[in-house]
Structure formats: C-alpha cells, structure tokens
C-alpha cells in the first residue's frame, strides 16, 4: 500500500521508528546526566540508559526531577532530590525486578498499576504523567489478577492478529513500545477513555481494560495510542503548529473545546487508524478463513469510515485555524493525501 501512495509520515515504517527511539533515548541519557549534575548527584549509574533499558516510569521520574529544576531558583530542593532518589532506585539501573512478570507477547511487558511492577512512587509519577487534564481526569487505578488475565488473554489475542494482517503496524509499534500499562477508571472518573499516552512516558502506553470488551477493540486502540508517540517524537525537536496553547478551538471527537495541537494529534492518530484499518481489510480479503472474518470485516469497515470522517473533521479545524510550520504542513500533507488522495 505504501508503494502505491507514498507517504513519509503516516504509513508505517519501523526503521523510522527505531531511528525516532533511538534519537529519544539519547537525549534522554545526556538530559538526565545533566539534571543529575545540578543537584549535586553521582550520575555516572545512568550512561547506558540511552539504550532499551530505561522504562516509562524511570522518563516520568526524569521528568519530575525537570519540573523540580525548573521551579526553583535554587535547584538542589527537596523535591528534586527526592525524584533523584527515586530515579537511581529504579530497577533499570539495579537489576529488573519485572522478569518474573507475566510473559511479554510480542516483547512488549504487560503490567498494571501495582506491584510487582511498580512501586508506591512509581505508580504515582505514572498516574501523574499519563492523567495531565484536571477537568477531564481518567482517575486511573490498577486491575485486580482476574482483571489483568483477561486483559492480557485479549491484547495476545490482537498481537497476534496484528502480526498476520498488520505487520508493518505492530513491527513500527514495537520500535517505540516497551510496555502496556492496563487501568481502570475509579468511581471519580470524569472522562470516558480508551487509552492515553505521554512522551514524559516513552515506551508506554495506557490502556483502559473496561472500555474494551472484546479483543478485536484492541486493533483501532494500539495503532491510536502508540502513533500520538510516534507523532510526539517526530515533533520533539520543533513545533507542529505556532498557535498560542491557551487558545481553544472546537473538537470533533470532543465535547470540550480543545488546544489546536490536541486536534492535529487527533487527526494524526485517526489517518493511521483509518489506513490501518484498510490494510486489515487487504488482509482480511487473502485470508478469508481467518477467525470471525465476516464480523472483523465489518468492524473494520465502520472503524476505517468513523476514522475518516475524524480525520476530516480535524482537518477542516486546522485548515481554517491553524498557523502550520514547515513540519506540520508536511505531516498533514501526507495525511490528507493517504486519506482523501
């Protein structure tokens, strides 16, 4: 499909991924070093970071140390060394405590919010990262063993199915995903979610096991979670849009008006949903023995129209809104062109 419309931005390219990860944890490495350096703390433990060994958790406990930094004149406050502290704990410096985890399908670690996993801190920098919005808050929670079961049996069940009818998908995602972190909402959630995402957590994705009842939910729900990530490493060194943050502007696929930069990630999100979508039906088609054809035809048929119409609905917002750079325009260049071309 990518050699009959070419793209460099939306179809699937696990090279490039691996280059944007590669690039990330990079400067991850040397960005820590030095944070590390301003409080006065031994950062030496931390040189090989820049390789597949840091987790998501050990980012948002970086990015803690970051806020600290930032808000204080003076920078060796309580609060940066305590995140420090946190951060050289971390078993990715001093042997995993994950290995005895539930199997990894795919290379990917399956947790939830709770130990074995992660402990009492780490548990809240990840809530802290992943849940940004106060007026939409996700209130997330850990499953229960029953719940975690389930959910894994159901994510294996999509892996599996990605890698026989969207290689190029699950080969991109596994470039730039180390780990699915499964939450619930509690009872003071305010926002019905999927899924959420953050680059102060790269290499994890969230996903919500009550919002997906069955496994073929999963399929729309990876693609759209790891691909904001993608999308914010392809960004992480310039802008996509010089509109003012504080301005909000109309969202299709929210209630809420929203930031401009929220609405190119959704359009985003919703071309490589929809153009996931028509590749599984490719597949789908030389497979028709595959099980539950008939009905996975169907689904993706109505998930690949619904994500269309998203995606076109974002663009007309950002079309008459939005102040592209160089970047963005390329991206939805691209986009508009896979979609509408």
């Known amino acids: ?46 040189e090989h970071l820049g390789e597949r060994a840091a987790r998501p958790c050990d980012f948002g406990c ?3 140390i970051l806020v600290a930094l930032n808000a204080s004149n003076c920078p060796r406050t309580s609060v940066a060394h305590a995140a420090a502290k946190r951060f050289l704990s971390s078993p990715s410096i001093h042997g995993s405590k994950t ?46 063993t029953p719940e975690l079961n389930e959910a894994t049996l159901k994510i294996q069940t999509a892996l599996s199915s990605m890698e026989i009818l969207l290689p190029e998908f699950l080969a991109e995602m596994l ?39 069955n496994w073929w939910q999963y399929l729309p729900r990876l693609v759209h979670e790891y691909s904001h990530n993608l999308l914010f490493g392809i960004a992480r060194e310039e802008p996509l849009l010089l509109n003012d943050p504080e301005e909000r502007y109309p969202s299709p696929l ?17 071309a490589r949903e929809a153009l996931a979508m028509r590749e599984m039906l490719v597949g789908l088609r030389v497979n028709s ?28 917002v950002i079309r008459h809104h939005g102040k592209l750079t160089e970047l963005g325009r390329a991206i939805l260049h691209d986009a508009e062109r896979a979609i509408c071309g």
């Open 254 to 270: 929210r209630h809420e008006s929203r930031p401009l930069d929220g609405i190119f990630h959704a359009a985003f999100v919703s």
């Open 62 to 64: 970086y990015y803690d």
């Open 1 to 46: 499909m990518s050699d009959t419309i070419p793209a460099d931005f939306v179809f699937p390219s696990a090279s490039r991924a691996a280059a944007i990860d590669k690039a990330v944890r990079g400067s991850f490495s040397k960005s820590v070093t030095w944070c590390l350096d301003q409080i006065g703390v031994d950062s030496r433990y931390v």
């Open 175 to 213: 470039a730039i995903t180390s780990e699915i972190i499964f939450a619930k909402p509690s009872t003071d959630q305010k926002f019905t979610f999927g899924g959420a995402s953050s680059f102060s957590l790269w290499g994890g994705i969230a996903l919500n096991a009550n919002a997906h009842a």
């Open 99 to 144: 290995d005895e985890c539930l199997p990894r399908p795919s290379g990917l670690l399956i947790t939830t919010l709770r130990e074995p996993w992660y402990d009492h801190g780490e548990v809240d920098c990840l809530i802290r990262w992943l849940d940004l919005e106060s007026e939409n808050a996700m209130s997330l929670v850990s499953l229960n």
């Open 289 to 316: 023995g595959y099980p539950h054809y008939a009905f996975l035809l169907e689904y993706c048929t109505h998930t690949m129209i619904n994500s269309e119409h998203s995606f076109k609905d974002c663009l007309s």
